[in-house]
């Protein structure tokens, strides 16, 4: 009876402790108990220091609570929109203030209501904290710095940990076409994830914690693309040269 109940799952309450437990610890650390936001504030800093202005989507408000107490840390101005900001005036006056205030290098927004309506052309950087289920989320955020008016080259930045379920999620996102389509045929909505797929979405992967998939296989496709483009621009070379 001992060793069935030692081998069982933790409960749903004791499960939501531990959550609990690692947020509470994030909250009190901040970067210090994690990587991403230890790379994220040095990007930034690094980007603000360049003259760029930047904007930083995350799913999560707690994310960005985390984040921004790390920018007060430094000094490094900031603007927020997220879900408790609910009127369109009030938003409308924060993105005013960015937009006019060279100043302020840093706007962070929840994905989902920040990525939705808004023009935030002051901004030449934006960084995806967390990838989001939906592709077109993600494609919302970024398209608040591509919009009429933008003057200089828009750069994204998607921080993904290699070896964990977002890497998963992204790597699906590249690969397979998106998750964003909700066409039905016959009454029935498309099925993104398999029940297997689902399940390999919470393993684990000792050996995927060291070197990214993702990347790899994006590497391999980069690679070939640009082959594929020097010998076209070679042949292209070749051929007017014959012509002349």
């Not at 005013?96 to 927004?109: E, G």
Request: with cysteine; hydrophobic share 35%.
């Amino acid at each position: 009876s001992s060793s069935s109940s030692s081998s069982s799952p933790p409960s749903k309450s004791k499960q939501r402790q531990n959550a609990s437990e690692i947020l509470s610890r994030l909250t009190q650390e901040g970067g210090n108990a994690s990587c991403k936001i230890q790379f994220a504030m040095q990007l930034l800093l690094h980007l603000s220091e360049a003259g760029h202005r930047t904007l930083v989507f995350s799913q999560s408000k707690q994310m960005l609570n985390i984040l921004q107490r790390d920018l007060e840390s430094t000094g490094l101005a900031y603007c927020r929109i997220d879900g408790d900001m609910i009127r369109i005036s009030d938003r409308e006056s924060v993105v005013r203030r960015f937009q006019s205030d060279s100043s302020i290098p840093v706007f962070l927004l929840t994905s989902q209501v920040g990525g939705v309506g808004l023009t935030i052309t002051a901004a030449d950087r934006v960084v995806i904290l967390d990838p989001s289920w939906n592709p077109a989320v993600d494609s919302q955020s970024v398209d608040r710095a591509y919009r009429i008016g933008q003057t200089k080259p828009v750069v994204v930045y998607r921080l993904v940990t290699c070896g964990t379920i977002e890497e998963k999620i992204y790597r699906r996102q590249v690969f397979k076409g998106g998750l964003s389509k909700t066409g039905t045929e016959k009454g029935q909505q498309i099925r993104y994830f398999s029940e297997e797929q689902l399940k390999d979405l919470f393993k684990i992967y000792p050996e995927a914690l060291e070197v990214s998939e993702t990347q790899r296989q994006l590497l391999s496709i980069h690679r070939t693309v640009r082959q594929a483009m020097l010998s076209a621009a070679q042949d292209s070379g070749e051929g007017g040269g014959g012509r002349e």
